[in-house]
């Protein structure tokens, strides 16, 4: 399941969908699903007297493989919990090649846990953190400082329990939670981590799913959390670059290489004042449509296997 690491800022991670632990037939159809990132569960979506079954179910799933370039993460128990510090051992005895990609860890609110939880990471594995608590916005830049040293690489917003923490609504637009959104999103770009924004709780509301994918964009979110496989394509498509949108990338990239434009500071590309920052963000527009082929590549050929 380990594989080398790319840059977070790079590796598609546009859908990233949550899969019931204790649900062995979810486990084996997420094999197929178009998913970019798998977060198998033991903690919310599995009840107390069904962990250890669930634990079980997932440790098999990993050593069976067939994930394919789907990144494989596993969402532990808390550390102050009773299973939490069991899921991490489990993990941790797996053949290298069988650990997840990464390890998500709830409620996380310092760096003191981080730190902790980083000293017992299985070898291989990326530490990831939810941030969905008031003390964890307030340690926003502190927390994302811990990934100059330790495992992380990515936050994940926990929306659900930090608009309950918060007494906030989760209303269209998400006006109460754009405060700690935009923080967690400044903290993690100034630090080079990942970001994926939290689920949308209505399945059948396709639209409003929709807006809050195109939010997250705008928002600079890598990608989205999900609660049902009905909302991958949409999610996939629009936290993807449009063919226009590299199109024009690459026409941007091509000006700035030209011999002609050696040494040019602002151009004109297709009738647009193109300075060098757009230059640098053309070329990760076509790097993330190049990475998102290569992704799309090997799910196929799991699918089709």
């Known amino acids: ?7 977070p800022m790079i590796r598609p991670r546009r859908s990233v969908l949550y899969m019931p632990g204790a649900n062995a037939r979810a486990l084996e159809k997420a094999r197929t699903l178009p998913a970019d990132c798998l977060i198998l569960d033991l903690e919310d979506a599995v009840a107390p007297d069904a962990k250890a079954d669930a634990r079980a179910q997932i440790l098999a799933a990993l050593n069976e493989g067939g994930y394919g370039a789907r990144e494989v993460v596993v969402r532990i128990n808390a550390p102050d919990t009773i299973w939490g510090e069991a899921d991490m051992a489990a993990l941790g005895e797996l053949p290298v090649a069988a650990r997840p990609d990464a390890v998500l860890a709830p409620k996380i609110s310092t760096p003191q846990e981080i730190d902790a939880l980083s000293a017992c990471l299985p070898a291989g594995s990326a530490l990831w953190i939810m941030v969905e608590t008031p003390q964890a916005i307030f340690n926003i830049e502190k927390l994302a400082a811990r990934a100059t040293d330790t495992p992380l ?12 923490e918060l007494r906030a609504g ?8 754009l405060t700690a959104l935009s923080m967690a999103v400044l903290a993690a770009r100034q630090y080079g981590l990942g970001i994926l924004d939290g689920v949308f709780n209505d399945i059948a509301d396709a639209v409003g799913f929709a807006a809050e994918c195109r939010q997250g964009v705008d928002m600079g979110f890598d990608g989205k959390t999900l609660i049902h496989p009905g909302q991958l394509a949409p999610c996939n498509e629009i936290f993807a670059p449009s063919e226009d949108e590299v199109a024009q990338a690459r026409d941007v990239v091509a000006a700035f290489e030209a011999p002609e434009n050696a040494g040019q500071g602002v151009l004109k590309v297709n009738g647009k004042m193109t300075e060098l920052l757009h230059r640098d963000m053309a070329a990760r527009t076509i790097a993330i449509a190049e990475a998102i082929a290569e992704a799309n590549m090997g799910k196929d050929i799991v699918a089709k296997d």
């Open 170 to 177: 989760l209303v269209k637009g998400r006006a109460p939670l």
């Open 1 to 7: 399941m380990t594989s080398e690491k790319t840059d």
């Open 153 to 164: 690489s990515c936050f994940v917003m926990g929306t659900n329990d930090l608009a309950k």
